[in-house]
């Protein structure tokens, strides 16, 4: 059985689902059932000019997805991060995970999970290493 996840936050979410003591069907059921309880967002660069849904873009331009659709077009990835937060992030989000990319310093991250946890003081927010190429973050939001 293959799950249909889009995205990293997904995929893991659906992960921490599955329970060896159950059968395959229901481990779907429960594993389709988690990835849908998360909302992620990504942080990434423009690598060309181009004009999407009235937003221009230039090349370099840090761009805040959230599924596919872009939501943020930024200078920084820090700037990008916290506005598409908004966009992510509402009053029934508990957990808050940030994955950064590997060209993103740990401080930096942390800072930025340190800023993120004080402007939504009632959501809990972790950060990890994802290593990742072309992404600055992945923000999953739960």
């Known amino acids: ?3 249909p996840t889009k995205a ?6 659906a992960m921490l689902t599955f329970n060896d003591g159950k059968d395959a069907k229901s481990n779907e059921t429960a594993m389709v059932k988690a990835m849908g309880k998360v909302t992620t967002g990504q942080i990434t660069f423009a690598v060309r000019d181009t004009t999407v ?3 221009e ?14 939501k943020v077009v930024e200078k920084t ?8 937060a908004d966009e992510i992030i509402d009053e029934d989000t508990e957990f808050v995970t940030l ?7 740990k401080e930096d991250a942390e800072h930025a999970a340190q800023m993120l946890e004080e402007k939504y003081d009632e959501t809990e927010v972790s950060v990890k ?3 990742q190429p072309l992404y600055y973050y992945i923000i999953s939001a739960e």
């Open 1 to 3: 059985i293959v799950i």
């Open 8 to 13: 990293v936050p997904e995929c893991v979410c």
């Open 53 to 55: 849904d009235d937003k």
């Open 57 to 70: 873009i230039h090349s370099g331009d840090i761009l805040g997805l959230k599924g596919s659709a872009i």
């Open 77 to 84: 990835p820090e700037d990008a991060l916290f506005k598409l």
């Open 99 to 105: 994955y950064y990319g590997e060209d993103v310093k």
């Open 129 to 131: 290493y994802g290593g």
